[in-house]
């Protein structure tokens, strides 16, 4: 039985393109139809469209690929998820003097969300604007619709970025692959909104997205996001580091995930099978080697992590600690490192309960976490319902009686003028009474 209604989502990741259909059910869980990944390599650069003509390719591949598990049911619309190495948050801020009688009703209120929407900033893009915090004569008030008050303060946070970031995903998508986008999200705040719970933001907790092409830090204190940054460094720089070691970059991406670590295991003294190119015997490299590597280029990675979290001023404000997400994440012992040195909780990214009715294989694997996040955010029906085809039932003929063709009118039969007497006594007796009647008829 074909489908009709279903949430579609795509993930624009710098590694892979990650496509997945899902419904949601009566108590707000959704369920995967199907999922399908496409290699991003060639048209995502840190986490931004580049090659708009190959991205919309690898998007028409994806989607076949997932209508070929929905029965017959057409994808019309998808949800996109953005990142990109641009993305960033801004503070705006839109005050309103009331007076000395004034009390903040739901009509202020819109009205400074509607002048904050009309801010535009100087060479970038308003991607979304969130957290509006309000402070009434200068004091924070959490709920401040009916207080008196002579002065309100709307503080917004605006997250931007180049206009090229959400110019290039329409252009790809919309119009060469000829798909309509539902919207598009922010992989890092829908990543936050499903993996952190409110308590979490209210505490103070930290979301380090280690991906592919960049790392994005996303800050949360008293329910409000403090502050979204992206670094553009991720695990791609890790795995290009090791294809130093004389391999190519499929065979260090390999060794990258099984045997990388954060930090160099000095009590580790064993040795490691890689094949340097495809017909090239196999050598053996000291896993030292390799992590010494690795050690290098991640903590370069996390300095920048905790620059962005020094500059929150939250560094030892965060009550629920850090969550880590991203494939890059998986590296050996990444959390003990962030933990002692940060002297916080550090666990890992998993969507909270009741989000998923099954699929747990997908729930613990970070390639598709992000994705999951998206379809969660969708509440359009994203479906194309393309009935069967059911063959018209044919006009009933009256049976006419089978009609003999005509036949041909029949020829008047041929008759003999009958014979008088005197033919029929024929000869010169015939002829000698005859003649007798002539001469009478000369006669008279």
């Given at each position: 039985?074909?489908?009709?209604?279903?949430?579609?989502?795509?993930?624009?990741?710098?590694?892979?393109?990650?496509?997945?259909?899902?419904?949601?059910?009566?108590?707000?869980?959704?369920?995967?139809?199907?999922?399908?990944?496409?290699?991003?390599?060639?048209?995502?650069?840190?986490?931004?469209?580049?090659?708009?003509?190959?991205?919309?390719?690898?998007?028409?591949?994806?989607?076949?690929?997932?209508?070929?598990?929905?029965?017959?049911?057409?994808?019309?619309?998808?949800?996109?998820?953005?990142?990109?190495?641009?993305?960033?948050?801004?503070?705006?801020?839109?005050?309103?003097?009331?007076?000395?009688?004034?009390?903040?009703?739901?009509?202020?209120?819109?009205?400074?969300?509607?002048?904050?929407?009309?801010?535009?900033?100087?060479?970038?893009?308003?991607?979304?604007?969130?957290?509006?915090?309000?402070?009434?004569?200068?004091?924070?008030?959490?709920?401040?619709?009916?207080?008196?008050?002579?002065?309100?303060?709307a503080r917004y946070k605006l997250i931007v970025g180049r206009p090229s970031l959400r110019r290039y995903v329409r252009n790809s998508i919309a119009e060469r692959a000829k798909i309509e986008i539902a919207g598009i999200l922010l992989s890092p705040l829908t990543l936050a909104d499903s993996v952190l719970t409110q308590d979490e933001?209210?505490?103070?907790?930290?979301?380090?997205?280690?991906?592919?092409?960049?790392?994005?830090?996303?800050?949360?204190?008293?329910?409000?996001?403090?502050?979204?940054?992206?670094?553009?460094?991720?695990?791609?720089?890790?795995?290009?580091?090791?294809?130093?070691?004389?391999?190519?970059?499929?065979?260090?991406?390999?060794?990258?995930?099984?045997?990388?670590?954060?930090?160099?295991?000095?009590?580790?003294?064993?040795?490691?099978?890689?094949?340097?190119?495809?017909?090239?015997?196999?050598?053996?490299?000291?896993?030292?080697?390799?992590?010494?590597?690795?050690?290098?280029?991640?903590?370069?990675?996390?300095?920048?992590?905790?620059?962005?979290?020094?500059?929150?001023?939250?560094?030892?404000?965060?009550?629920?600690?850090?969550?880590?997400?991203?494939?890059?994440?998986?590296?050996?012992?990444?959390?003990?490192?962030?933990?002692?040195?940060?002297?916080?909780?550090?666990?890992?990214?998993?969507?909270?309960?009741?989000?998923?009715?099954?699929?747990?294989?997908?729930?613990?694997?970070?390639?598709?976490?992000?994705?999951?996040?998206?379809?969660?955010?969708?509440?359009?029906?994203?479906?194309?319902?393309?009935?069967?085809?059911?063959?018209?039932?044919?006009?009933?003929?009256?049976?006419?009686?089978?009609?003999?063709?005509?036949?041909?009118?029949?020829?008047?039969?041929?008759?003999?003028?009958?014979?008088?007497?005197?033919?029929?006594?024929?000869?010169?007796?015939?002829?000698?009474?005859?003649?007798?009647?002539?001469?009478?008829?000369?006669?008279?």
């Amino acid at each position: 039985m074909a489908y009709s209604d279903f949430i579609a989502a795509i993930d624009l990741g710098s590694s892979h393109l990650v496509g997945m259909v899902g419904v949601r059910s009566e108590n707000g869980s959704i369920s995967i139809l199907a999922h399908e990944v496409e290699s991003s390599a060639s048209c995502i650069r840190r986490g931004c469209v580049y090659n708009v003509e190959e991205t919309a390719n690898k998007v028409k591949r994806l989607i076949l690929k997932l209508e070929n598990k929905l029965q017959g049911s057409k994808i019309g619309k998808v949800y996109v998820g953005v990142g990109g190495q641009s993305l960033r948050s801004i503070e705006h801020t839109v005050p309103k003097i009331l007076g000395p009688e004034g009390v903040v009703t739901e009509e202020i209120i819109a009205s400074l969300y509607k002048e904050c929407q009309a801010y535009q900033p100087d060479m970038l893009d308003v991607l979304d604007i969130v957290s509006p915090a309000y402070y009434l004569d200068g004091k924070f008030e959490a709920n401040p619709v009916g207080i008196p008050c002579n002065r309100i303060e709307a503080r917004y946070k605006l997250i931007v970025g180049r206009p090229s970031l959400r110019r290039y995903v329409r252009n790809s998508i919309a119009e060469r692959a000829k798909i309509e986008i539902a919207g598009i999200l922010l992989s890092p705040l829908t990543l936050a909104d499903s993996v952190l719970t409110q308590d979490e933001k209210n505490l103070g907790c930290a979301l380090v997205d280690f991906g592919a092409g960049v790392t994005s830090v996303a800050v949360y204190k008293n329910g409000l996001l403090v502050n979204l940054s992206v670094i553009p460094f991720g695990g791609n720089l890790i795995t290009g580091d090791i294809t130093s070691l004389n391999m190519v970059e499929a065979e260090a991406e390999r060794i990258k995930r099984t045997y990388g670590s954060a930090v160099i295991e000095k009590d580790n003294t064993a040795n490691i099978q890689v094949s340097s190119a495809e017909g090239v015997g196999l050598r053996q490299i000291p896993v030292s080697e390799l992590n010494m590597v690795v050690e290098a280029r991640m903590q370069e990675i996390l300095e920048n992590v905790y620059a962005r979290l020094e500059d929150t001023g939250l560094m030892n404000q965060l009550g629920a600690g850090v969550v880590l997400s991203g494939g890059a994440s998986a590296l050996k012992n990444l959390p003990e490192v962030i933990g002692k040195r940060l002297n916080v909780e550090v666990r890992f990214a998993s969507l909270r309960k009741m989000v998923l009715e099954r699929n747990d294989f997908i729930t613990n694997n970070p390639e598709f976490i992000v994705a999951l996040s998206l379809l969660m955010q969708g509440t359009k029906n994203c479906c194309i319902y393309v009935p069967p085809v059911v063959p018209e039932p044919e006009p009933d003929v009256p049976v006419e009686e089978p009609v003999a063709p005509p036949q041909p009118e029949p020829e008047p039969r041929k008759t003999k003028p009958k014979k008088g007497l005197m033919d029929r006594l024929g000869g010169k007796f015939g002829g000698f009474v005859n003649g007798l009647f002539d001469d009478d008829q000369d006669g008279n």
